[in-house]
């Protein structure tokens, strides 16, 4: 079953996807992802609820910890590609709300399933004068392949902002543009917004959250 | 290189021709998409009704230890295969790691249910003939998906036999009874590691078909560069000058 081989990464992705969390807003953008991700982590491997699958648990410790250290405009505007120029403000606000609500439930979610993985932190190669950077970390598994989980971390105000996760060489946010695009040639760019919201309720529905 | 070259051709025109059939509304990679969607989700129902079962049960029946020697095991018999890749790509250093890897591991490691090549910072690679093709210079032509196996590039599916066998070693094993033993271990092992994993992705995306497409694809381009891709991000807040279309950098 090799074709299903790489949702084992979404999941060790998210495990990490929600792990950045508080530190201090000068420090240098791999300190901050370490910080973050053993501090969340640490808080999921001691918390039975969150083990166990609770979803409300899960995303008030994702909403503390790790939003905060997202771009998600960004991250929006590059899931959307081109057709990011023609939506109106609006509009842009719109889409980024709900794929914001559809990432951090999905992959909140996949912080549950979070067990006894380990994560190596690859040293930096950056400039100190660099506005983007690419943190690299490693997820191993008992019995199975290590999975490259890298972040890319942009400075914006002072302050460094994930804005992309790349799991296995497969940018997490920029993989959205196929099925974006897809949708905005159907309905444009409202079309995407109904759908992303549509999924988002029925998401709600079903987790109960 | 000539046969590079060859196959640059060869490749460039396959993909033209694929597109003549049939590239009018689909994405670039994805002519037979009609096709492709159907086999998914006849894909989808056998894993429902077979591999997932199956690998429920043998999750039930076996203590993690267990399944981790399972995975080393099989992990350990492809190395060989692994190395001889590495070899045709022109990397014999990692190739010699490989034959370390299957040479520690088959020995000390107790017939490769320990991986203590790992431990001694042999680690492991991801090659297959398939990469080695792209390194070769073959185009990864489209993207078509297999009953049962899953999805592949069209070159992929031509080095998929190749692949299958070499991989699995144990599969020249005379003996039937043991041969669909193991063939049935493998599955179930395989399969087990991504049990409630699917949830992620069914809850992700929009298009479950379109977003696992584009990941595989981006996928097997990462491989072919050892995991390190060139990504380049654009930012749409400016036009196509440099100039500012409207504020930036507001988080939500």
């Known amino acids: ?209 | 290189m000539r046969i590079a070259d060859f196959a640059k051709t060869s490749g460039l025109a396959f993909v033209a021709a694929a597109c003549l059939a049939g590239c009018a509304n689909t994405p670039p990679q994805d002519p037979f998409e009609h096709y492709n969607r159907a086999m998914f989700s006849l894909n989808e129902k056998l894993d429902i009704v077979v591999a997932k079962p199956v690998a429920k049960a043998y999750v039930a029946v076996t203590p993690t230890p267990v399944r981790t020697w399972v995975g080393n095991f099989f992990g350990n018999l492809n190395d060989p295969w692994i190395g001889v890749n590495n070899l045709l790509q022109g990397k014999p250093a990692d190739a010699l790691s490989d034959l370390m890897r299957f040479l520690v591991n088959s020995t000390m490691g107790i017939g490769g249910l320990l991986d203590i090549a790992t431990e001694a910072r042999l680690p492991k690679h991801d090659e297959d003939f398939g990469q080695t093709l792209g390194v070769w210079g073959f185009h990864d032509g489209p993207y078509v998906m297999l009953p049962f196996f899953g999805p592949r590039t069209l070159r992929d599916a031509i080095a998929f036999p190749m692949d299958m066998t070499f991989d699995d070693s144990w599969r020249f094993i005379p003996h039937i009874a043991t041969r669909n033993t193991l063939s049935a271990l493998q599955l179930a092992s395989e399969r087990a590691r991504m049990l409630g994993l699917e949830r992620t992705l069914d809850e992700a995306t929009l298009d479950k078909y379109s977003y696992s497409r584009d990941f595989y694809l981006q996928q097997r381009r990462s491989k072919i560069y050892d995991g390190n891709p060139p990504l380049e991000y654009e930012n749409f807040d400016l036009d196509d000058n440099g100039d500012p279309t409207q504020t930036t950098g507001e988080t939500q």
Not at chain 1, 51 to 63: M, N
Not at chain 1, 99 to 125: C, E, G, H, M, W
Not at chain 1, 126 to 131: G, H
Not at chain 1, 149 to 156: C, R, T
């Open chain 1, 1 to 209: 079953m090799t074709g299903k081989r790489f949702a084992c990464c979404l999941v060790l992705a998210s495990a990490l996807f929600g792990g950045l969390a508080t530190a201090s807003e000068e420090s240098a953008p791999d300190v901050l992802v370490r910080h973050v991700s053993e501090e969340v982590l640490a808080i999921v491997r001691s918390d039975k609820a969150i083990q166990s699958g609770d979803t409300r648990r899960v995303l008030a410790l994702v909403d503390e910890k790790v939003l905060p250290h997202f771009d998600f405009r960004r991250m929006t505007m590059l899931a959307v590609g081109k057709d990011w120029r023609s939506a109106t403000p609006e509009q842009q606000s719109r889409l980024t709300s709900a794929f914001r609500t559809l990432l951090v439930r999905t992959y909140s979610n996949a912080l549950t399933q979070y067990r006894d993985q380990t994560i190596d932190f690859k040293p930096l190669r950056a400039s100190p004068d660099d506005k983007q950077v690419r943190v690299k970390t490693e997820v191993s598994q008992p019995g199975a392949q290590p999975i490259g989980i890298d972040y890319s971390l942009e400075k914006a105000n002072g302050s460094w902002k994930v804005f992309d996760v790349i799991v296995a060489g497969v940018s997490l946010v920029t993989n959205y543009r196929g099925s974006f695009g897809n949708e905005i040639r159907a309905g444009g760019i409202d079309g995407l917004i109904a759908s992303l919201e549509a999924k988002n309720k029925s998401l709600e529905m079903a987790q109960g959250g």
